[in-house]
């Protein structure tokens, strides 16, 4: 039987939203460690320049602050931002120039930056923008309740504000380190060759005798590079099934829950996506927990993977290796150059939210990251005979999420949660019991794709193996969304031959 906190949660449901910052997305709430200042204004010690290593100047160097973003045409996000490790977050953390970090020291810093940390967000080369820097849209942030659906939870539940993601860097290593607590070969390339052989939390539970499940709305699915669980009939089930599973109290103990990445609609808040099929999709599932036998017993947290390039003030701690006897990882940035890295430093800080009747309305300033979720699900599952269970050292020595029923839990379970909450008319993403839903439309399969979605497809289809293009440079165009979808279930069916050939 599943030990519990307090004897009540039995179920733990981790909905993983891409690429957004703390500051982009809580930074503008009240008692957060945020942007803004007492009196609501910016603080002035936060801000960027487009030449980090000279003094601000007004006329030559101007000073660009945290911006509140214009939800109606999020015009300030208009295209993806650099957040890989060597040529994206080394410089945004560092400052220009700046290529790896080991031992506690950025590797080919600039002496002096201004600020002297979180200098380089605006000026960093952007993807998707014909080699020009970033722009104002990376020093952009919500203000309070311009989100209608996260605001609203954020003031009911609550919010960390010092929960980073595992890995200065990009989606597919930092989402494997939520599945693994490691990249292990995966590393910090630029280019994500290859797929993740390590151990994962689900085969973790599985072999403790529980059970799990990854629920998807449609798009990409993080088990198609994960080799332990890329054919377990337990993956890739559709969205429809969680308000089925809820409805009919049978929430398996632990339930991940991809967030249409690459759908349609597109429910990942990815710049340069929208957020409000995000924020719709995040408002049916908690509607549907809320009004199901499954609240009282069931702790939801949402998180995001990675910040994606987007500016937060805070430097991130150091920490230690996932595999201390690596002690330096290589990797090659988009340029060619080399970036080097022994994995001692945590990623920029994320929105997470904590949302349970047993807890009350707060801010959690406890030192959390996306590890701390694995650190809290393994001591619910230890046993007499496994006591600890751990995966990495990274797992291993994360806080868990378990210290928030301590300093926030309820000693009642409260009455007073929001019975549903509202997103957003005309954008979709909130139809999750439907199994039609999230079925791409036919004008939508012959527009052409985003730019984003190539660079998505190549980080998670360029690695897997089996196919005619595997071991070869993933090919650039596709003539419509159409072809990209057909191309990239070649490719996954491809793998999954692969990897059952080979047990």
């Not at 619910?380 to 928030?404: F, H």
Request: charged share 15%.
């Amino acid at each position: 039987m599943t030990k519990t906190i307090n004897g009540k949660i039995k179920h733990i449901v981790v909905l993983m939203f891409e690429n957004r910052s703390f500051d982009h997305m809580l930074g503008g709430l009240p008692g957060v460690n945020g942007v803004l200042q007492a009196d609501r204004t910016v603080n002035p010690a936060f801000y960027n320049t487009m030449s980090p290593k000279v003094q601000p100047d007004p006329m030559s160097n101007p000073p660009v602050f945290p911006t509140p973003i214009d939800l109606s045409g999020q015009s300030m996000i208009s295209h993806d931002f650099n957040h890989d490790f060597g040529d994206g977050m080394m410089p945004d953390l560092f400052g220009p120039g700046t290529t790896g970090y080991v031992n506690g020291v950025p590797i080919n810093a600039p002496a002096i930056t201004y600020p002297a940390n979180n200098s380089g967000f605006l000026s960093t080369i952007a993807y998707n923008a014909n080699g020009q820097p970033n722009g104002p849209g990376v020093m952009s942030f919500f203000e309070k309740d311009s989100l209608k659906v996260f605001h609203q939870l954020a003031s009911e539940f609550v919010i960390c504000d010092n929960w980073h993601c595992d890995l200065p860097g990009h989606t597919k290593p930092n989402r494997s380190f939520m599945h693994c607590a490691t990249c292990g070969d995966l590393g910090i390339d630029d280019d994500n060759s290859g797929t993740e052989d390590a151990k994962t939390i689900y085969e973790q539970i599985e072999q403790m005798g529980y059970d799990w499940k990854m629920y998807t709305p449609g798009g990409w699915l993080d088990s198609n590079f994960l080799e332990g669980i890329i054919n377990s009939p337990y993956t890739n089930v559709p969205i429809a099934q969680f308000t089925v599973d809820v409805k009919n109290g049978n929430l398996p103990f632990y339930s991940f829950l991809m967030c249409g990445l690459g759908a349609h609609p597109d429910s990942s808040m990815h710049p340069a996506n929208r957020v409000e099929p995000g924020e719709n999709f995040l408002a049916a599932i908690y509607n549907v927990l809320r009004n199901s036998a499954h609240w009282d017993d069931t702790l939801l947290v949402v998180n995001f993977d990675e910040n994606g390039g987007i500016y937060d003030h805070v430097l991130p701690p150091q920490t230690v290796s996932p595999d201390p006897a690596r002690p330096i990882y290589y990797g090659t940035n988009n340029d060619g150059s080399q970036a080097k890295f022994d994995f001692s430093l945590l990623g920029v800080r994320i929105p997470a939210l904590l949302i349970s009747p047993w807890l009350s309305k707060g801010v959690d300033s406890t030192l959390y990251q996306n590890t701390s979720i694995l650190r809290y699900l393994q001591d619910l599952i230890a046993s007499p005979a496994s006591p600890v269970l751990s995966l990495t050292q990274r797992d291993a020595k994360a806080n868990s999420i378990a210290g928030v029923f301590n300093a926030h839990g309820s000693p009642a379970m409260r009455t007073d949660c929001p019975s549903s909450v509202v997103g957003y008319a005309d954008f979709g993403g909130g139809n999750i019991d439907d199994p039609n839903a999230f079925k791409p439309t036919q004008e939508h399969l012959q527009q052409a794709p985003l730019a984003y979605m190539i660079s998505l497809a190549k980080e998670y289809l360029g690695g897997l193996p089996g196919h005619a293009d595997s071991a070869k440079p993933m090919k650039g165009t596709f003539a419509n969304n159409a072809e990209l979808i057909d191309y990239a279930n070649e490719r996954v069916e491809a793998a999954k031959k692969y990897f059952a050939a080979k047990k």
